[in-house]
Antibody
Framework: EVQLVQSGAEVKKPGESLKISCKGFGYSFSTYWIAWVRQMPGKGLEWMGI????????RYSPSFQGQVTISADKSISTAYLQWSGLKASDSAMYYC??????????????WGQGTLVTVSS | DIQMTQSPSSLSASVGDRVIITCRAGHRISNYLNWYQQKPGKAPKLLISAASSLQSGVPSRFSGGGSETDFTLTITGLQSEDFGTYYC??????????FGGGTKVEIK
């Protein structure tokens, strides 16, 4: 079964750093893009960025460029999302998702279960 | 980036009703349009890809249509388990993508 398993919930203080993970199972991790999506409390889905683990090609949404870093270690089938100085406004649920293609058209499937990040003093 | 506008933002309908959710793209995107369902506390789930291709295991009461800038998700015969929030997503500009703002469906 193809699945993405994310790391557990985190509670951090403003200014702290954080790295959350997304591990792929049941497929060739290196050959599919992995996206990160933010969902703030009670709000919609926001695409943050995406990485191709095969060569670490990474793209960011302009809204998140410089605010987070996306990386991947294909040897352990894991993608990461990290912050160097968290803010209260980073409190949200974060999802990873695999971008799949057919006939040139892409979609996200499957999704990880989500990682809840809470930033509070 | 390509803006995606969904309407309505919320709706309340009865079991058995036909529900239509629309999604408008700010740029012609052919059929590079997907629909997701999200239930409270859960990750989104892919329902329809490429505007009209129903995913395996998704009930046939769900259907998608449209092309270029105007798309619809139709639920024919709403069921109680269809509550949740529905999102459209364009992947025309992949790997950069955008989501619509979501439509919350409540059961009367």
């Amino acid at each position: 079964e193809v699945q993405l398993v994310q790391s557990g919930a985190e509670v951090k203080k403003p200014g702290e750093s954080l790295k959350i993970s997304c591990k792929g199972f049941g497929y060739s991790f290196s050959t599919y893009w992995i996206a990160w999506v933010r969902q703030m409390p009670g709000k919609g889905l926001e695409w943050m960025g995406i990485i191709y683990p095969g060569d670490s090609d990474t793209r960011y949404s302009p809204s998140f460029q410089g605010q987070v870093t996306i990386s991947a270690d294909k040897s352990i089938s894991t993608a990461y999302l990290q912050w160097s100085g968290l803010k209260a406004s980073d409190s949200a649920m974060y999802y990873c998702a695999r971008q799949q293609y057919k006939s040139g058209i892409g979609w996200f499937d499957p999704w990880g279960q989500g990682t809840l990040v809470t930033v509070s003093s | 980036d390509i803006q995606m506008t969904q309407s309505p933002s919320s709706l309340s309908a009865s079991v058995g009703d036909r529900v239509i959710i629309t999604c408008r793209a700010g740029h012609r995107i052919s059929n590079y349009l997907n629909w997701y369902q999200q239930k409270p506390g859960k990750a989104p789930k892919l329902l329809i890809s490429a505007a009209s291709s129903l995913q395996s295991g998704v009930p046939s009461r769900f259907s998608g249509g449209g092309s270029e800038t105007d798309f619809t998700l139709t639920i024919t015969g709403l069921q109680s388990e269809d509550f949740g929030t529905y999102y459209c997503q364009q992947t025309y500009s992949a790997p950069e993508v955008t989501f619509g703002g979501g439509t919350k469906v409540e059961i009367k």
